[in-house]
Nanobody, 120 residues
């Protein structure tokens, strides 16, 4: 079993910053991708940023230049540094990991979510 544990959410004023962390633990062979998604009330879950095992990253247009994703492979941990936050960034942020267990099984896992609220 794989477990993703997030931390770092909270309440911040517009223009402020937060750093999210997500640690994967359990039966892990290879983590292919780790990333962050978010879901605001009444909206679909959307990709915020992702980091592949090959070192490439991608971001949604709405966060480019403000958010930075990074990963510590030794700790199976992914971070999301969020700067210049605005009220539109308010959402529940979910960590995601795509993990290959063996040649027959690759699966997606999700954290429980952490609330980020940006006040104006």
């Amino acid at each position: 079993q794989v477990r993703l544990v997030e931390s770092g959410g909270g309440l911040v004023q517009a223009g402020g910053a937060l750093r999210l962390s997500c640690e994967a633990s359990g039966s892990i062979a290879t983590i292919n991708v780790m990333g962050w998604y978010r879901q605001a009330p009444g909206k679909q879950r959307e990709l915020v940023a992702a980091d592949t095992s090959g070192g490439s990253t991608n971001y949604s247009d709405s966060v480019k230049g403000r958010f930075t994703i990074s990963r510590d492979g030794a700790k199976n941990t992914v971070y999301l540094q969020m700067n210049s936050l605005n009220p539109d960034d308010t959402a529940v942020y979910y960590c995601n990991a795509r993990i290959t267990h063996n040649r027959y099984l690759t699966a997606d896992y999700w954290g429980q979510g952490t609330q980020v609220t940006v006040s104006s």
